[in-house]
C-alpha cells in the first residue's frame, strides 16, 4: 500500500438500476382453475406469492392484455404478461470462492477481481459471484449488511470481464461514507486499456452523451454533449505506449456511466481490443504479412475487454486517511502486450 496526495477526482460508477424483466405464460389447455397468484408463484422460479401479489396490486400483471385482482382465477390458454421490476431471485448464499484481497481493515476491503467474475447476482448469474465470495470471507461479520439488493457492501461497480480494483464496505457506516465520497466526486480511479490503433492526440478528453440505444437496450451509445438524450459523461484518456498498431492508455472518469470507457474508445475510434459489445472483437488486416491471423491469435488470447480497474485512492471512511492502490495488469493483458511488442519491433527491423 502506497500513501500518496490525491492528485485529481472523479467519481466513480455505481450500480445501476437492474432493468425490468417481462416474463410471457401461456396456460395450458388442461390447467386446473386456479388464483393466478398462487399460480405464478409456482411457475416463476424464485418468486414468491407476495412479489406476484405486490405485481399484481400494480397492474404489472396481464391476462390477455388486461391487468386483473389477485383472486382472478385462470383459464385454459389464457395469455399472462408478468413485469418485474427485478427478476426474482434466490437467497445470497456465502459460497467458498477464492478471492485475491490486496487490503482489509475494520471498515472495508480492496480487491483484485479476476476477469470472468460477476460483482454481483443478477438475472442468469444467481451464483459464483463476488458477492457470494464476501459473504463467506466475513462469515458472521456479514449478518449486518444488507442483502436485500444482492449487493452487501459493493460500493461500486466493475464489468464482469472487467479486471482489478474494488472495494468492499464490511459495515452500513462504511459503506454509506464510502459511496458518499463516489457520489461527491472524491475517489480516483485509473483504468488501463490495450486499444486498437494510436490516438492522435496522444491525450485528450472525451464529451458526449451516454444513454441507452435506441436499436439496442441492451448496450450504450453516445449522443450530443449538449443534447436531451443520455446524461453527460466526461472521460479523460492518455497514451503510455505507442506500440504502432495498438496503444497502451490510461483513463480517468470524470463520471459513471454504464460502460462509460468502451462507449467513449469507440466513439474516438479506438475500441478497446476484445471488446465485442463495441467493436473491439473483429480480426483485423494491418500493414505486415499474415496480420490478420496475428489478431485473430491475439482475440483467442483476449476473449474479453482488455481493460483493467488499476489504480484507486480514496480515503479511509473512519480515520480519513488517504488510501492508494495499485494493482497489476491480469495475465492475459501482459501476454497480449508481449505478442504485440514483438511483432513491433519485427516490423521496426524489416
Known sequence: MQKEPLKTESPEELQPEAAPKTMTIQVSKV?????????????????????????????????????VKSNYRIKSCDLIHITFLRPPAPELAPEDIPISILYEDDDLMVIDKEAGMVVHPAFGNWTGTLANAILHHLGKDADELDRSEMRPGIVHRLDKDTSGLIIIAKNPVALHKLATQFARRQVEKVYTAIVWGVPNPPSGTIRTNIGRSHRNRKVMANYPFEGAEGKHAITDYLVVENLTYFALMDITLHTGRTHQIRVHLQH????????????????????????????????????????????LRFRQPTTGELLSFTAPLSADMEAVLEKIRNVTKSTEMA
Do not use: C, W
Open 268 to 311: 474516438l475510434g479506438y475500441p478497446i481490443l476484445g471488446d465485442e459489445t463495441y467493436g473491439g472483437a473483429t480480426p483485423r488486416t494491418l500493414p505486415f504479412s499474415k496480420s490478420e491471423q496475428f489478431t485473430r491469435n491475439l482475440l483467442d488470447l483476449m476473449p474479453r475487454q482488455a481493460l483493467h480497474a488499476a489504480t
Open 31 to 67: 390447467q386446473t382453475p386456479m388464483r393466478i397468484d398462487r399460480y405464478l408463484a409456482q411457475q416463476v422460479e424464485n418468486a414468491t406469492r407476495n412479489k406476484v401479489q405486490e405485481a399484481i396490486e400494480e397492474e404489472r400483471v396481464l391476462v390477455n392484455g388486461r391487468p
